[in-house]
């Protein structure tokens, strides 16, 4: 099965293409068919041992579906994943954008993953709705692990899922997402926000797919480690970190680039493009060429307990404010 898929692709364009279109910003816009690349990673040491077929998973972030990346973009990306073939769809959180408008066309792009689909919340979702957010990802037919884990039967093998909700809002408890967790099995981790892994490895996650950062958007001049690592203060900007060789408690995060966007679609650079990556679990490292090496993590700086209780706080107030606006809708009519 995952032994003939197809390794990572370059958009291929020519050196004159390439020079006019950074010489008009304007083109990196939606303009045409949407640019998604497509990335492949071995699993783990660990999931070699555990299994004996290989299981393709196929990870997306940052749907953000909404005003800011149109359905095209979402549906190519459902496309991509379907011609791959994977044996799981994961998401890691972000599926809307800064409402509840488009939760109809979120209801849409889920339910056209031919494969199983299973994700956490991000914090967009929380800012959201969170509630309302899980509800049209159910109806669709995905899976919601809020900080908890699930077992999965696939290509006849067993995998555990496990799931942390959205730890930017304050949401997160790995405690809780782990525990019951059988080790002689295989363990896949899910976390919005990749300094969770930190924590999900020596509960015995070898490997944890995150997502937020969006890879920065623009990677020139290493422009996003600069703005999410030194300002902002993340340890994971994009791809792939850590070890997927080493025992507990260490092991390896891969931090997807997304393919939406909350504010403007703009992507400069490669490591910038929106992306689909496929995990294929049971091959060892070095299996196969993979799109980059792991890499190591910036010094970071974690958020204060002000700053989570902060967040905290905008969540609660943008709810009472959904309230409000849907009691006078009651009261009154639209």
Not at 74 to 89: F, G, I, S
Not at 119 to 126: A, E, I, M, P, S
Not at 181 to 190: A, H, K, M, T, V
Not at 272 to 285: D, K, Q, S
């Amino acid at each position: 099965m995952a032994a003939s898929r197809s390794g990572a692709h370059s958009d291929g364009l020519p050196a004159k293409l390439a020079r006019a279109r950074m010489l008009n910003p304007r083109a990196w816009f939606d303009r045409g068919a949407p640019k998604i690349q497509l990335r492949r990673f071995a699993g783990t040491a660990r999931h070699q041992d555990q299994l004996s077929s290989p299981i393709c998973v196929a990870h997306l972030t940052d749907l953000h579906v909404g005003r800011v990346t149109p359905m095209p973009v979402q549906m190519a990306a459902v496309d991509l994943v379907n011609r791959q073939d994977p044996d799981l769809v994961v998401i890691t959180g972000d599926f809307v954008c800064h409402s509840q408008e488009y939760l109809d066309a979120l209801e849409e792009v889920i339910a056209a993953f031919d494969a199983p689909v299973i994700g956490v919340l991000g914090n967009h979702d929380h800012w959201s709705g969170a509630g309302e957010v899980r509800r049209a990802l159910r109806r669709a037919g995905m899976e919601v692990l809020d900080n908890a884990f699930t077992t999965m039967t696939l290509q006849r093998e067993r995998l555990q899922i496990v799931g942390v909700d959205d730890a930017y809002t304050g949401h997160a408890d790995v405690a809780r997402a782990t525990k019951g967790l059988r080790r002689d099995l295989p363990i896949l981790g899910l976390s919005h926000i990749a300094e969770e892994s930190e924590r999900l490895w020596p509960a015995g996650v070898p490997l944890v797919l995150s997502g937020h950062t969006h890879a920065g958007q623009v990677t020139l001049a290493r422009l996003n480690e600069l703005a999410l690592g030194r300002l902002v203060g993340h340890r994971y900007i994009h791809g792939l970190y850590g070890s997927r060789r080493h025992p507990e408690p260490e092991g390896a995060v891969y931090v997807g680039a997304g393919i939406g966007a909350a504010v403007i679609p703009l992507r400069l650079g490669e490591r910038a493009r929106r992306e689909v990556t496929l995990f294929e679990l049971g091959y060892p490292p070095g299996a196969f060429d993979e799109d980059h090496t792991p890499q190591e993590a910036l010094p970071g700086r974690p958020p204060s307990e002000r700053k989570i209780q902060d967040r905290q706080v905008a969540v609660a107030r943008k709810q009472a404010r959904r309230l409000r606006k849907a009691s006078k809708k009651g009261l009154f009519g639209d």
